[in-house]
């Protein structure tokens, strides 16, 4: 089956354009604003509708910003060195996500400092509002035909245009690949997406130990994006990072695992020790 080649402008007039990729960004602030007015009207959540619109927009500035400055970093810092004006081209696309989560960490601690919060407070409360968020953003990746996957000869693959490729291969001259490929963004958009909210969500929905909840995204992201790693087409200038399989995606989603691990084994931990002292127990 060949890709859908699909627009990527749904309406242009003159100069200006809508795009789905930024259509896709729109959907996703809005639905994680819902989400997050819905977890504010719970009884006892502490946190206002108010709270809710500042916290999606301190997000949006700090995942945006952060997305872009390490997408150049992680993935094209010699055409950074070469011309650092290169990132503010966003019209010619690339986001990180490791790098908006950092952003999104410098404006969750800011947020938290100016609402007198713990940063664990809000990023419980944040963690559950991002999959669908990202799900949104691999499908605008598969609409502009971006991260194409690696080869297959599975019923799933689709056979890409050249013109998507000039980051992964050098091979394909002509209008079509002459081989199917894993189309890696759906595969994201499913993992990331809706399995990553279904667990993060379902966990969020009990009471927990500050810290559990975003521990435990970091853990499932940080698992579900190494392993659709396998099936995505690393870019052609970067290559494999280490062993002839290990690719950035893969190096950057490690620390997430190893630090989601150790939040929720420290503040379980802690919570246990509180309980053990608030009894008066003395642990031999």
């Not at 997000?59 to 650092?84: H, I, S, T």
């Not at 986001?95 to 947020?111: D, I, K, R």
Request: aromatic residues 14%; proline residues 5%; hydrophobic residues 50%.
């Amino acid at each position: 089956m060949h890709y859908p080649v699909i627009d990527p402008i749904i309406v242009a007039i003159g100069p200006l354009a809508v795009r789905w990729y930024g259509l896709a960004y729109i959907a996703a602030f809005a639905v994680s604003w819902w989400l997050g007015n819905r977890q504010a009207d719970r009884d006892g959540s502490g946190w206002t509708r108010d709270d809710v619109s500042d916290i999606v927009f301190y997000v949006a500035v700090g995942a945006v910003l952060g997305g872009r400055v390490g997408y150049m970093l992680f993935y094209q810092v010699d055409a950074l060195l070469q011309n650092p004006l290169n990132l503010f081209k966003i019209w010619e696309g690339g986001m990180s996500f490791h790098g908006g989560l950092l952003g999104t960490v410098l404006a969750m601690f800011w947020f938290g400092i100016r609402t007198k919060r713990h940063v664990f407070q809000v990023s419980d409360f944040v963690a559950p509002l991002v999959p669908i968020g990202l799900g949104f953003g691999r499908l605008g990746n598969f609409i502009n035909t971006e991260l194409p996957g690696r080869a297959t000869d599975s019923a799933f693959g689709l056979i890409y245009p050249c013109d998507a490729l000039r980051g992964v291969s050098q091979t394909c001259l002509g209008q079509w690949e002459a081989f199917a490929r894993h189309p890696s963004p759906l595969y994201q958009a499913c993992s990331e997406g809706l399995v990553l909210f279904a667990i993060v969500w379902f966990i969020a929905s009990k009471p927990r130990t500050a810290g559990v909840v975003s521990g435990s995204f970091l853990i499932a992201y940080g698992s579900l994006r190494f392993c659709t790693e396998y099936f995505r087409e690393p870019d052609s200038h970067l290559g494999f990072i280490a062993f002839d399989w290990l690719t950035m995606g893969q190096l950057l989603s490690l620390p997430m695992v190893i630090v989601g691990i150790l939040i929720v084994v420290v503040t379980i931990r802690r919570q246990r020790l509180e309980v053990v002292s608030a009894n008066g127990i003395t642990k031999p």
